[in-house]
């Protein structure tokens, strides 16, 4: 099955592909990780993506674009994956119905007003897990891993201002999309804890 995972910044896409992950063995492909990656390793493409993220702003579609179409030609593509992060507006979901076959769209809502201090509030590991600071009671390394926690460079409040404004504009008719394509399926994550919401996915993909 080839999933899209749709949501607003902070909407807890990351966490929700790290448990389906965990719980059906798909893959998890997510955009934002190559992008930092690439910044990691000082890449030509880091260092063109590193100067929109840094503003908020979302990496032109041509790069990004064949980015997935590349990864998509990987063989552990061939049971199955889940995209995070892409598509992030028509044009993107025009191109991927071009080289890739999607099964669901799965829309994390939430409610708007959450956002802001669930981004700027998140630390997260290199292992993957994502934290929110008012539960780690002063903790500054992973529960998981033990490594030591960080704030992404992009979660402060003008940048994460400029993302949920693109958002809205570029992102958020996606939802009409694939919902005109009968594969939209959506989930209200709204004050909810992740394993709830977590609950409300595996209704849709099944045990
Ligand atoms: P994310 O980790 O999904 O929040 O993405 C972090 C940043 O990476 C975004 O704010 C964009 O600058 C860039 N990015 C990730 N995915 C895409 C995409 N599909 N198209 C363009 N830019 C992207």
């Not at 994460?160 to 404004?165: A, G, I, Q, Y």
């Not at 939802?175 to 996915?201: C, M, N, R």
């Amino acid at each position: 099955m080839n999933i899209i995972l749709l949501g607003a910044p902070g909407a807890g896409k990351g966490t929700q592909a790290s448990k389906i992950a965990q719980h059906y063995g798909i893959l998890h492909i997510s955009t934002g990780d190559i992008f930092r990656a690439n910044i990691k390793g000082g890449t030509e493409i880091g260092k063109l993506a590193k100067s929109y993220m840094d503003a908020g702003k979302l990496v032109p579609d041509e790069v990004t674009c064949d980015i997935v179409k590349d990864r998509l030609t990987w063989a552990d593509v061939k049971s199955g994956y889940m995209l995070d992060g892409f598509p992030r507006n028509l044009y993107q979901a025009k191109e991927l119905d071009k080289f890739a076959k999607i099964d669901l769209c799965l829309n994390i809502d939430v409610d708007e007003a959450l956002l802001m201090d669930r981004i700027c509030g998140r630390r997260i590991c290199a292992c993957g897990e994502s934290y929110h600071v008012s539960t780690l009671n002063g903790a500054t390394t992973c529960a998981k891993c033990g490594k030591e926690l960080y704030q992404r460079a992009d979660d402060n409040p003008e940048t994460v201002k400029t993302r949920l404004d693109t958002y809205k504009t570029q992102t958020a008719p996606l939802i009409d999309y694939y919902k005109a394509q009968g594969k939209l399926a959506s989930v209200t994550s709204g004050e909810g804890s992740p394993d709830e919401v977590f609950e409300q996915i595996v209704k849709i993909l099944g045990k």
